[in-house]
């Protein structure tokens, strides 16, 4: 179990992540150790810039979220990954923790920025989760941008989702956490204390047609609430719905009086207990940022009222800038 001390900020904080699906730290070379690091920098300077300007924590988490998805090396948007029928199926949720409103959408293709298209359903329709042709024609109907299959996929997806495939046949169990999971993320509170989360992913690699994980699923992948807690979970996404791993941190802090850092601590150490591997990241009402997990790593970083952006991939010392 990795985990991570709780991170005080001053004023507004956001957390990312880019997916707890790591290569081994000997498998991940300094080159796209730096792309992975560069990547998770522009997504926070995306979302510091407007919380900074005092904007709200919705539009941060919005922000950020839209800067990783355009990312090829994360699986969300512009390079997730494929179906065992050679698809792509986005899922995305987005929760503001003023009022609990929520917005999702589940196997979706077509919609550049699928977490845009879960703001839509919050913010334009009287439902939570819209899925399939029908969350589609929404998206059209609202005017959001579409694009061309050929934007999202990458040869770097279109080979894992092959590789998946071949162990398969051979009989030979998953093990790599880059195939098996990998999603993207954010949380923030804003100067006025709001809380807000957002995620967004491609599911796991070869993966059925149909299959839904934990990201649109609020209480599961993703969970805002002003009172607690704001949090974006990334892993084997069975396990987090079975454990309602986002409303569990939350309730913790609400009923049982944890801190954030101990309440998401434990939550992701039962996750392992059940067989799963993933982390969150979650800030709390007073900006306390907590970012655990059981993985090999976790792409992620934070950044708080010092302006000072700090990421990580492994169980290393955060780089700043």
Known sequence: MVETAPVPTRGFALAVHGGAGTPRPDALSPERSRHYHAGLRRALIAGRDILAAGGDALDAVTAAVVTLEDDPLFNAGRGAVFTEAGTQEMDAAIMDGCDRRAGAVAGIWGPRNPILAARAVMEHSPHVLLAGAGAT???????????????????????????????????????????????????????????????????????????????????????????????????????????????????????????????????????????????????????????????VGMYRGYVGGDGIVRTAIFDEVYRSC
């Open 137 to 295: 024609a929404f998206c059209r109907a609202r005017g959001l941008e579409f694009v061309e299959r050929d934007y999202f996929q990458t040869p770097e997806r279109w080979r894992a989702m092959q590789e998946t495939l071949d162990q398969r046949r051979r009989g030979i169990a998953e093990d790599d956490e880059a195939r098996r999971h990998g999603t993207v993320g954010a949380v923030a509170r804003d100067h006025g204390g709001h809380l807000a989360a957002a995620t967004s992913t491609g599911g796991m690699s070869g993966k059925a047609p149909g299959r839904i994980g934990d990201t649109p699923i609020i209480g599961a992948g993703t969970y805002a609430d002003n009172a607690t807690c704001a949090v974006s979970a990334t892993g084997h996404g069975e396990f987090f719905i079975r454990l309602a791993v986002a409303h569990e941190i939350a309730a913790r802090m609400r009923h049982a009086g944890q801190g954030l850092d101990l309440a998401a601590r434990e939550v992701i150490a039962s996750v392992g207990t059940a067989g799963g591997t993933g982390g969150v990241v979650a800030v709390d009402r007073d900006g306390t940022i907590a970012l655990p997990f059981n993985s």
